[in-house]
């Protein structure tokens, strides 16, 4: 089964700095798919960036990048110039494609609360 | 704006009641989920249905049962529930395909059990 670690329960950072949230996952699979989702008071959960672990280039999204290291089974989120909006939970969360006839399904890690201070 | 959208957003039920949570979703997706989100907890996945037939219920209690009239709605009914499923319910929708495709959540419903 595959497991998502996130080791950092709680971060802050100034408004305008940079900051990079860890994660680590475990599988046996070549094949899948790696997901950033922010939840923000509002308790929405929004996708903030995908990779596809066949791709070696890092996904980009505006502010938000990934450094994925797949030897490492490392997926780590960089959020360049923070601002206040981008105080929210973040989860890492893997997807193994679905076989024949099967679902997707999410696979997520415990969370880590992001608080950007002013 | 979310293209799913979940009723309602606050849930107050004793354990004697029966209620449902809805969920719609405006993507054309053919698949749809719901998720437990509970204090301190992973998200957990309970039921996924594809195409409107159930995929997979994650060994989740009888007193919750899901409903899926068609690839836009969902349902979860709700009957003799216990203070510990007080949670966020959060419903999902993907377009399953072999290329694993996102998957979309609504705003969640809160449940409280009293």
């Known amino acids: 089964a595959q497991t998502v670690t996130q080791s950092q329960p709680e971060m802050s950072v100034q408004e305008a700095e940079t900051v990079t949230l860890s994660c680590t996952y475990d599988t046996s699979e070549s094949n899948y798919y790696l997901f950033w989702y922010k939840q923000p008071p509002s308790r929405q959960m929004i996708l903030v960036i995908r990779?596809?672990?066949?791709?070696?280039q890092n996904a980009t999204e505006n502010r938000f990048s990934v450094n994925f290291q797949k030897a490492a089974k490392s997926f780590s989120l960089k959020i360049s110039d923070s601002q206040l909006g981008d105080t929210a939970m973040y989860f890492c969360?893997?997807?193994?494609?679905?076989?024949?006839?099967?679902?997707?399904?999410?696979?997520f890690g415990k969370g880590t609360k992001l608080t950007v201070n002013p | 704006e979310t293209g799913v959208t979940q009723t309602p957003r606050h849930l107050v039920m004793g354990m004697t009641n029966k209620k449902s949570l809805k969920c719609e979703q405006h993507?054309?997706?053919?698949?749809m989920y719901w998720y437990k989100q509970s204090a301190k907890k992973p998200l957990e996945l309970m039921f996924v249905?594809?195409?409107?037939?159930?995929?997979e219920n994650n060994s989740v209690p009888s007193r919750f049962s899901p409903e899926c009239p068609n690839s836009s709605h969902l349902f979860l009914h709700l009957h003799t529930l216990q203070p510990e499923d007080s949670a966020l319910y959060l419903c999902?929708?993907?377009?399953?395909?072999?290329?694993?495709?996102?998957?979309?959540f609504g705003e969640g419903s809160w449940l409280t059990v009293v």
């Open positions: 990779q596809e672990a066949y791709k070696q």
């Open positions: 249905y594809n195409f409107k037939e159930q995929t």
């Open positions: 969360a893997f997807m193994k494609p679905p076989h024949r006839g099967g679902s997707e399904k999410l696979v």
């Open positions: 999902a929708s993907s377009q399953v395909s072999s290329t694993g495709n996102t998957i979309y």
């Open positions: 993507l054309g997706h053919n698949a």
